[in-house]
């Protein structure tokens, strides 16, 4: 079974309150809600928060039709009558228009009941689905974070290795106040670069990076700007570092009219 911390990010106990979780997690599931105080906090929180949801959502029935069936169920003469044993009088005749408006009186009823249920099924469907959507937003963002965590925890190890080399890619008159900061690793052969500080591009053009060996423009690898960290190929025996401006999707060759930063090595 999966640790505490891996339950509560991956939703799991939002699974289990909705009845979505797999059969076979289930038992091990109450099985560590049972010996876990904090994952049984965890979770009552979650219960709770559903809860304010369905309350703040909730829909009262019109007033009319409590009314109606009163209306519909009361009787035109609730006292109890004695009838003589001998001669009992003959049944009252109920006049027909009076059991129609009473058919009438409850079929209405059943419909604004009925179409009453329907739209609370339907509300509580949509908003259901809202907050599976929330839920899956704050798990976007948590991934967010943990990737840029992730990112950072390599930047560290990677300038705090002696070996590794800094070089500041400086933009030119195309991108003026850009920078990037690369970071060579000879020793485990590593290339990594920090292009935060690049300006923004439209969504058809991307920035890649080459690497001048003898004169020939070996690709390194496309720049992805929303990451922090981004690991490039290593080319050994490399001149210069070098990025372009390529549409999107990166190009086979660099298309040299288009560079915006070099730095030689």
Known sequence: MKDRDTIIQSGMLEQYFLG????????ALEKMLAEDEILAVKYSEIETDFENIAFENAVQPPNFIKNNLFVAIQDDDPKVKT??????????????KVLMWIAAGIAAIFMVSSLWMFTQWNTA????????????????????LEGNLKDSQLLAEVVKDPNTLQ???KGNDKIPG???TAYI???????????????????????QMWADVDGEMINMG?????????????????ASLNITIEPAGGSDHATVAQL???VYL
């Open 20 to 27: 979505t979780l797999p059969k076979e997690q289930i038992a």
């Open 83 to 96: 009838l003589p044993k001998e001669e009992p009088p003959a049944p009252k005749s109920v006049n027909p």
């Open 125 to 144: 469907q949509d908003n259901l689905q809202v907050t599976q959507q929330e839920l899956n937003t704050i798990k976007q963002q948590i991934a967010n």
């Open 167 to 169: 070089y500041a890619l």
């Open 178 to 180: 850009g920078l990037a």
């Open 185 to 207: 690793n000879h020793e485990s052969k590593s290339a990594v670069v920090n292009a935060q500080k690049l300006p923004a591009l439209p969504a058809d053009k991307t920035y």
């Open 222 to 238: 496309i720049i992805d700007k929303s990451k922090d960290v981004v690991i490039l190929q290593y080319i050994d025996e490399a």
């Open 260 to 262: 915006v930063t070099n």
